[in-house]
């Protein structure tokens, strides 16, 4: 099975960027679909990106469409989330996950494998 660290996350002011690392251990991060949620305070966890095994296909939430990119490098065994134009809104704990299965998923039941989260703050 696959463990996921997230890093990255931080402080930023508004319309500013961070990019978040997902590094796998364990199988490697190729024999995943892997995806990006995040979850607010007294919101649930919602889906924000995901990306096939090679990376030839990606997919957004509406809400991040245009100011987020998720890629990979597969040699280095690595998600990232590039986040551009931050807002106030895209303030929550920011998660990767791992699913096993061979179409990408919005759904967070989908994904078999977790890591501990990063805290993104944008303040306004």
């Known amino acids: 099975q696959a463990q996921l660290v997230e890093s990255g996350g931080g402080l930023v002011q508004a319309g500013g960027s961070l990019r978040l690392s997902c590094a796998a251990s364990?199988?490697?991060?190729?024999?995943?679909?892997t995806g990006w949620f995040r979850q607010a305070p007294g919101k649930e966890r919602e889906f924000v990106a995901v990306?096939?095994?090679?990376?030839?296909?990606?997919f957004y939430a509406d809400s991040v469409k245009g100011r987020f990119t998720i890629s990979r490098d597969n040699a280095k065994n690595t998600v990232y989330l590039q986040m551009n134009g931050l807002k106030p809104e895209d303030t929550a704990v920011y998660y990767c996950?791992?699913?096993?299965?061979?179409?990408?998923?919005?759904?967070?039941?989908?994904?078999?494998?977790w890591g501990q989260g990063t805290q993104v703050t944008v303040s306004s």
């Open positions: 996950a791992a699913d096993e299965g061979l179409i990408p998923a919005i759904d967070r039941n989908k994904y078999e494998y």
């Open positions: 364990g199988r490697p991060l190729n024999r995943y679909i």
């Open positions: 990306i096939r095994r090679n990376g030839g296909s990606t």
